[in-house]
């Protein structure tokens, strides 16, 4: 039988004599990984005898902030985030196991988010439903829970920030994807579809192609666009709008790549956890709070509310309102502030605000997504 690792006759010296470098340098960047890991494994150590938390945020954000800053190149500095996030994964891993809670199956976006944010060392926990990804988060079977917040082109996700309002979780981080949706079926060809079943977010955000190229079909709501993959690898009747993750991990054909309506389709997820088993994370220097308020129903009320943060000079990133569902045109506001509230300004705009307002929850303080 051939030796695969056997090199073809016909490859030129040249490429040869490069290959050989890479596999030396491969044997010295594995080395000093293991280093790495081994220095992890000693802070871990640490860490249990003080008995501290081991995910960092602040910390990990640092590390990727200071290597893109550094970057000699040729590598891309986009490409610093990814590799740093699975090398922290790894070593983190040494260090304990980190259970994330996310909207499963496996295939989601939601599981592509949990993946992107802690990198593939950890434990998954695949929950049914946004609600049960709060639940087993806030009941000690997963540390963190990834949930979606918002998306480019639907607008928020209003279950997860629903249960913000009530939840004793809050948030310690942030990240998001590209949403990238594709009709996927057992079969290789859009004839003969019956349904194509999807999270309705999915069928919302396909909605010009399916009325294009699948007018006469059904669109059946799923919990999740994984399951309607789950669905379709069942019967070959039905085509599921998911992920090409979903599509392999389910054995279907891509039938049609990209059908979103928006080809800048970016959904952004929220890293939940309890605040009795996590600290607040401490300031990175690039941090965002978040938080939850209402004022009473009065002219110029909201107006009042936001003064503070122009007197102290910190800057809003987001402002989103949700009906309060008293039937009294009542209203809980979204807000995401830009620093942390170690920052002396943004302590004394958010006490001045709180001052100014009816309801006033921080929902988490973290830092922005490193990318
Ligand atoms: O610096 C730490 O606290 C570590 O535990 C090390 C490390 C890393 O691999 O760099 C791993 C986990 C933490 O989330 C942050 C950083």
């Known amino acids: 039988m051939a030796d ?24 010295d960047l594995l080395a000093l990984i293991n280093r790495r ?56 891993a040494l260090e304990t196991p980190t259970r994330v809670a996310f909207l499963g199956p496996a295939g989601t976006f939601s599981e592509e988010a949990a993946l992107g944010f802690f990198g593939s060392s950890i434990v998954r926990v695949p929950c049914a ?39 004793p979780l809050f948030i310690i981080g942030e990240t998001s994807l590209f949403v990238r949706h594709n009709l996927l079926r057992k079969e290789n060809q859009l004839e003969g579809i019956e349904a194509v079943v999807a999270h309705p977010q999915a069928l919302a955000q396909c909605h010009g192609w399916l009325s294009a190229h699948l007018p006469q079909v059904e669109r059946r709501p799923v919990s999740s666009n994984a399951e309607g993959a789950r669905l379709a690898a069942l019967d070959p009747k039905l085509a599921a709008i998911a992920s090409a993750r979903a599509g392999s ?15 800048h389709n970016r959904t952004r997820f929220a890293i939940v956890t309890d605040p009795h088993r996590h600290p607040m994370p401490r300031a990175s220097g690039h941090d965002c709070t978040s938080l939850v308020v209402s004022v009473s129903n009065r002219p110029g009320a909201v107006h009042d509310m936001l003064v503070p943060l122009k007197q102290h000079g910190v800057s809003m990133t987001r402002f989103e309102s949700r009906p309060a569902r008293s039937g009294q045109w009542e209203y809980y506001f979204y807000i995401d502030l830009q620093g942390h ?12 605000l709180r001052g100014a307002c009816a309801y006033f929850k921080v929902l988490g303080t973290y830092p922005l997504d490193v990318h």
């Open 249 to 263: 991990e389910y054995g279907l054909h891509l039938v049609a790549p990209a059908i979103q309506d928006d080809t």
């Open 37 to 92: 890991a081994a220095l992890a494994q000693a802070v871990g150590e640490i860490k249990k005898k003080e008995g501290s938390v081991v995910f960092r945020p602040e910390r990990e954000a640092q590390v990727i902030d200071g290597l893109k800053a550094v970057n000699p190149g040729p590598l891309k500095t986009e490409s610093i985030a990814p590799i740093w996030r699975e090398v922290m994964s790894a070593c983190r």
């Open 4 to 27: 695969p690792q056997a090199t073809p006759p016909d490859v030129p010296e040249e490429l040869l004599a490069l290959r050989h470098q890479i596999d030396t340098l491969d044997r």
């Open 341 to 352: 509230p170690d920052d002396p300004q943004v302590a004394t705009a958010l006490r001045e």
């Open 129 to 167: 439903s946004i609600d049960d990804v709060f639940r087993t988060t806030a009941a000690g079977a997963a540390d963190f829970g990834v949930v979606p917040v918002e998306n480019s082109t639907e607008g928020v996700v209003a279950r997860s920030l629903d249960i913000f309002l009530t939840t």
